[in-house]
């Protein structure tokens, strides 16, 4: 198992797993024990589709539970009290002109366990989090990306 890699997280991140765990641990796993029971109650279980799919689900829920946990034991919070503004880092607020679109993007670099594309978190492991780390304000940075290459102006820079 990969116990070594450090995970890095905003404070907000690191309470998002926690919360998740907390909810896995103290209602998923009675709902699919109940789930279980009823489909016991049932009669012969060998051939009982209710309690094969409480069975993988419950094993879903363990499986899930571990890694958080795993990640949680792995966890660095990011001190976002020490991040730079005039510089990007994880943790930063990263607001870009991307040049193709001619429009302007807000980016938060995050540890990847924390990424979430859909809520602008992208990943300091990503090609665009990559590029725009240890780049300033008026910083022009091409990404590779798989339509080809990206220009990204650096607008601002905040936490």
Same mark, same amino acid.
């Given at each position: 198992m990969e116990e070594k890699k450090e995970i890095l997280l905003t404070q907000e991140g690191y309470q998002k797993l926690e919360d998740?765990?907390?909810?896995?641990?103290? #209602?998923?796993?009675?709902e699919v024990a109940d789930r279980i029971k009823v489909a016991?109650?049932?009669?012969?279980?060998?051939e009982n589709a209710e309690y094969d799919e409480a069975k993988n689900e419950q094993a879903q829920v363990e499986e899930r539970i571990i890694k958080l946990e795993s990640m949680i034991r792995r966890a660095v919070i990011i001190d976002e009290s020490k991040i730079d503004s005039n510089i990007v880092t994880i943790g930063s607020i990263v607001k870009v002109n991307d040049m193709d679109f001619e429009e302007e993007v807000e980016?938060?670099? #995050?540890?990847?366990?924390?990424?979430?594309?859909?809520?602008?978190?992208i990943s300091n492991e990503s090609p665009v989090g990559k590029a725009l780390l240890g780049r300033t304000i008026g910083?022009? #940075?091409?990404?590779? #990306?798989?339509d080809g290459i990206a220009k990204f102006e650096i607008l601002e820079i905040r936490r």
């Amino acid at each position: 198992m990969e116990e070594k890699k450090e995970i890095l997280l905003t404070q907000e991140g690191y309470q998002k797993l926690e919360d998740e765990l907390e909810i896995l641990k103290t #209602v998923r796993r009675r709902e699919v024990a109940d789930r279980i029971k009823v489909a016991i109650s049932f009669g012969d279980i060998s051939e009982n589709a209710e309690y094969d799919e409480a069975k993988n689900e419950q094993a879903q829920v363990e499986e899930r539970i571990i890694k958080l946990e795993s990640m949680i034991r792995r966890a660095v919070i990011i001190d976002e009290s020490k991040i730079d503004s005039n510089i990007v880092t994880i943790g930063s607020i990263v607001k870009v002109n991307d040049m193709d679109f001619e429009e302007e993007v807000e980016y938060t670099i #995050v540890g990847s366990a924390e990424a979430d594309p859909y809520e602008g978190k992208i990943s300091n492991e990503s090609p665009v989090g990559k590029a725009l780390l240890g780049r300033t304000i008026g910083d022009v #940075v091409d990404v590779q #990306v798989p339509d080809g290459i990206a220009k990204f102006e650096i607008l601002e820079i905040r936490r």
